[in-house]
């Protein structure tokens, strides 16, 4: 089973950047397809980014499309999520999930998370 550490997460100002990593243990990351989801305050989590395991084919949820890039760089066993031109409802923990399967990782029912890494995005 891939284990999943966040980083990059912290405080910016609304229109900002920040990119967050999530490392991946296990000799068979490269197996994984791999999401991102986020959760504010007082809300359910939901799903942000997702890319297949060869990194061709990814996902979007409409709320970020066009702001946010997932990347996967098997060789460093990490995923990314480039965040550009921020909004304070970005604010939020965002989570790290694989699965092997591509319809799963998109859901809740993801099999490994990380332990997610905290957003803020001041106006």
């Known amino acids: 089973q891939v284990q999943l550490v966040e980083s990059g997460g912290g405080l910016v100002q609304a229109g900002g950047s920040l990119r967050l990593s999530c490392a991946a243990s296990g000799p068979t990351f490269s197996s994984y397809h791999m999401g991102w989801f986020r959760q504010a305050p007082g809300k359910e989590r939901e799903f942000v980014a997702a890319?297949?395991?060869?990194?061709?084919?990814?996902s979007y949820a409409d709320s970020v499309k066009g702001r946010f890039t997932i990347s996967k760089d098997n060789t460093k066993n990490t995923v990314y999520l480039q965040m550009n031109g921020l909004l304070p409802e970005d604010t939020a923990v965002y989570y790290c999930?694989?699965?092997?399967?591509?319809?799963?990782?998109?859901?809740?029912?993801?099999?490994?998370w990380g332990q997610g890494t905290q957003v803020t995005v001041s106006s």
């Open positions: 890319i297949k395991w060869r990194g061709g084919i990814t």
């Open positions: 999930a694989a699965d092997r399967v591509w319809t799963t990782v998109r859901t809740l029912y993801a099999g490994a």
